[in-house]
């Protein structure tokens, strides 16, 4: 009986935290409000100086069933290199990878100031035993992981277990302790603005210390209406608690243009406390060359 009560309360504390929070957003004023923002705004942004920007925004991923040692070497030497090769360019702010490879990435990379992520807890599926998820999140901190990108259990989630999935986020956060946390909302599986502003809500209450859109490995990923709610609600959550939590488009990235709607999205909804290399991130691995490219005047497929 007692236990039953103690899950009854915890049920309500979350559907209480949830209700603070305006979740009944609409899919077609969002629509309109992110067609105004391309239209009246991105123009604004597509100069040099934010496409320098942009660049040590980059979490340079490589998430490929391929990848290796040598690969992810390989792909940790051209971040070292860069920073040889244009010194007076931001280097990127991350290097993203699997847990397995956390320990190579660590020894390999040679530039400060670059954080090294590891996808974690069953990424991209988010389907396995909370002890599995817990396992690989503490070996990859132990092998050199600075930040840690887990998904949100979508399935429990869209099956109305908030507690669950609070309470995982949670679990995984204090194995995290200080180092970040982002979590992935996988966006593209929640389907409508209102289970996009709801989820977000639930991971930052739950711990988390970026929110991130995607894992880039399904369709939709990171779409303009989606960073425009996640946005809104990490607004929201900083004027209620103070907070201040990240935010990372993923998966989708694939133009310059993209990128500079994500920043323009960020700057507008958000402002400019959030326009740093610490609390706007994208994950990709297309958009580097790209961005390059464009600041250096020329084709370039530097990495």
Known sequence: MAEKLNKKQDENKYEKALSLYNCEVSDEEVRDAVRKIIAEKVHENDNLEVKKFLMGSVELTTLKTTDSEDSVLAFTERVNQFDEQYPELPHVATICVYPCFA?????????????????????????????????ETALAIKDGATEIDIVMPVGKFLSGNYEEVADEISELKNVCGEKKMKVILETGCLKTTANIKKASILSMYAGADYIKTSTGKLEPAATPEAAYVMCQAIKEYYDKTGIQIGFKPAGGLNTVMDAITMYTIVKEVLGEKWLTNQWFRMGTSRLANLLLSEVVGHETKFF
């Open 103 to 135: 320990k190579t990435v660590s020894e390999t990379l040679e530039v400060d100031g670059v954080e090294i992520a590891c996808v974690s807890g069953s990424f991209p599926s988010s389907q396995a035993l909370i002890e599995v998820k817990v396992a």
